[in-house]
């Protein structure tokens, strides 16, 4: 935990008694506090103050004393939020996560059945090159749905 003011390490690992016995607090770098001014359609962060600092990529120089390999980093989380919580969320799952929990299981159960009929059809009757158009097709409807997907969701 940082001071968002000083930069200053406030603690390390509250909730993590182990860790926080591997890793005193004094050997943690600060962060660098930057001006930073809010205007109506941007915010401007005066990074001149960094000219010729060294970057921390983490590893090595994470630490003052330059030699461990472990990265702290500061929990972001949503303001409001419990910062313990990775999802950010209240712990409720309203009635859109069950919907979506009953369609994908249905989609699943019916594109396994329509793959397993489809398969067993083309065996049966000995048309290997049918089997094989098949599944390119099939494979390329579910690659077709899984891609518009993730792209819907990340609009």
Known sequence: MFS????????????????????????????????????????????????????????????LENNNVFYSEPRVYVEGTDPNDPMNSDGQAGPGVAANAATLVTSLLGVAALSVGGTAFFILNESYVGLGVFWAVGFAIVAYYAYTQVLSKEE
């Open 4 to 63: 968002l003011k000083t930069g200053e390490v406030l603690d390390v690992y509250p909730n993590n008694p182990v860790l926080k016995a591997l890793t005193p607090k004094d050997s943690i770098a600060n962060l660098k506090i930057l001006p930073v001014k809010l205007t109506q359609d941007a915010i401007l962060v005066d990074g001149s103050e960094l000219k010729g600092s060294v970057f921390s990529r983490g590893g090595a120089d994470s630490s």
